[in-house]
């Protein structure tokens, strides 16, 4: 699996690749923009990522945006709505209007923080990624 992890939080950022690198690559930003740029070029490179984990809160560019950005750019490259990349938000706003907007967006999951690695696992299984 190739798994993209968006995070500025250096502890969080830590753990999730950590975590996450048991089930395949995965690279990791530290901006939403950074994201995009890097889901962009895996597109490009016909590589695509399976996963994407993205932060809310993030500097330069907040991960509603780089959901947007990265839906965007699937619309763009005319991927079928069944073939868009799993994106499973990772945030610790956890109220109804933010699990809302996110949704509304394209999110495909939202997990809060702090992490629950069983949760996550049962995320990905649910996914059809692990």
């Given at each position: 699996?190739?798994?993209?992890?968006?995070?500025?939080?250096?502890?969080?950022?830590?753990f999730?690749?950590?975590?996450?690198?048991?089930?395949?690559e995965?690279?990791?930003?530290?901006?939403?923009?950074?994201?995009?740029?890097?889901?962009?070029?895996?597109?490009?490179?016909?590589?695509?990522?399976?996963?994407?984990?993205l932060?809310?809160?993030?500097?330069?560019?907040?991960?509603?945006?780089a959901?947007?950005?990265?839906?965007?750019?699937?619309?763009?490259?005319?991927?079928?709505?069944?073939?868009?990349?799993?994106?499973?938000?990772?945030?610790?706003?956890?109220?109804?209007q933010?699990v809302k907007?996110?949704?509304?967006?394209?999110?495909?999951?939202?997990?809060?923080?702090?992490?629950?690695q069983?949760?996550?696992?049962?995320?990905?299984?649910?996914?059809?990624?692990?």
């Open positions: 699996m190739k798994i993209l992890l968006a995070e500025d939080d250096y502890a969080t950022r830590k999730m690749s950590g975590f996450l690198s048991k089930y395949g995965c690279d990791v930003t530290v901006d939403g923009m950074e994201a995009v740029d890097a889901f962009l070029m895996a597109l490009e490179d016909e590589e695509p990522y399976d996963l994407v984990c932060d809310i809160m993030m500097p330069v560019m907040d991960g509603y945006q959901l947007m950005g990265i839906r965007n750019l699937e619309k763009q490259k005319n991927i079928p709505k069944e073939q868009e990349v799993k994106v499973i938000m990772t945030t610790a706003l956890n109220d109804e933010n907007m996110a949704f509304d967006l394209g999110c495909t999951i939202y997990s809060g923080k702090p992490v629950d069983t949760r996550f696992e049962q995320a990905m299984k649910k996914l059809n990624l692990i």
